[in-house]
């Protein structure tokens, strides 16, 4: 019973280090429901909670498996320690349809996914980061564009905001916050975003939401290296998202792509900042 609660405490410690619906739920549960869940596995028999994927789904461990989980997720429900996932009673209270779903996940989404990896070692961990990554930085998108509204900047700022390529796919290590290297982006844009929407959105959560995580956490040294997601580009930014040297290396074809969204900046502040003062004597080549 100790180890169990020590698991669950630990599982729930590392569930607020992680941005993410899932994650912020999981934080939420108390300690000692989830211990209980755990401790089914081992008055069940079993050593850990491992089924046999790719193995007989009827066979009497498979079958042992489903029911702890099953039984798990019930005891939970039952004791309102996932109130937040909104579930619907009905379903709860559904055996036969929570072990089709139970059944859909294990021989379904995980046996295609011990596959996949047993084929290309590794690909899986790369997927799940890249999955991981691409959701997070589409909720920074929202965040951001919702302060922008709120601040009622000018429309066209407010469409580059809601560009998610525009935003990079920032890497979080406990509660550090280190951003990623944007490529051909302007440092105003990344301080624009950094200095101007994430404290408004951040305001904003402390005001009507206390119990999410914080968006602007403590920020880590210098510009992480730029991730496969970063080196995307659109093509609907406008001309003053990129850097002039980067934008000069752009093809004519891309120039004349990126010169028909016209010119976004802001506040004045960020207007005259110097990568931006740079574009009045813009030299094209």
């Known amino acids: 019973v100790r180890e169990a609660y020590d698991t669950a405490t630990k599982l729930i410690k590392d569930a607020k280090t992680i941005t993410g619906p899932i994650a912020n739920t999981i934080a939420r549960i108390d300690a000692d429901h989830l211990a209980s869940a755990f401790t089914m596995v081992v ?58 779903v139970y059944d859909n996940f294990v021989y379904g989404t995980l046996a295609q996914n011990t596959k996949k990896e047993r ?22 998108t929202k965040l951001r564009f919702q302060a922008g509204r709120r601040l009622q900047l000018r429309k066209p700022v407010q469409r580059m905001i809601a560009i998610k390529e525009a935003h990079s796919d920032d890497e979080h290590v406990g509660k550090t916050r280190y951003v990623r290297d944007k490529p051909g982006r302007n440092p105003t844009v990344a301080r624009f975003f950094l200095q101007e929407l994430d404290p408004e959105a951040e305001r904003y959560r402390r005001a009507h939401k206390p119990l999410t995580h914080k968006l602007n956490r403590k920020r880590g040294p ?16 406008p001309i003053d998202y990129f850097t002039p040297v980067y934008y000069n290396s752009l093809s004519l074809r891309e120039r004349a792509r990126y010169a028909k969204g016209g010119v976004a900046f802001p506040l004045a502040k960020y207007a005259f900042a110097p990568e931006h003062a740079e574009w009045r004597a813009l030299v094209v080549i």
């Open 43 to 100: 008055k069940a028999g079993l050593k850990g909670f491992i089924p046999d994927v790719e193995g007989p789904v009827q066979s009497h461990y498979n079958q042992l498996h489903r029911h702890v989980a099953v039984s798990a997720f019930r005891f939970l429900f039952r004791s309102h320690a996932l109130y937040t996932f909104e579930i619907n009673e009905d379903y709860a209270n559904n055996v036969s349809f929570l072990n089709d």
């Open 119 to 140: 084929r290309d070692p590794g690909s899986l961990d790369k997927s799940i980061t890249n999955s991981v990554a691409y959701k997070a930085r589409n909720r920074l």
């Open 222 to 237: 210098p510009l992480r290296a730029a991730s496969e997601l970063s080196e995307v580009l659109s093509a609907d930014v």
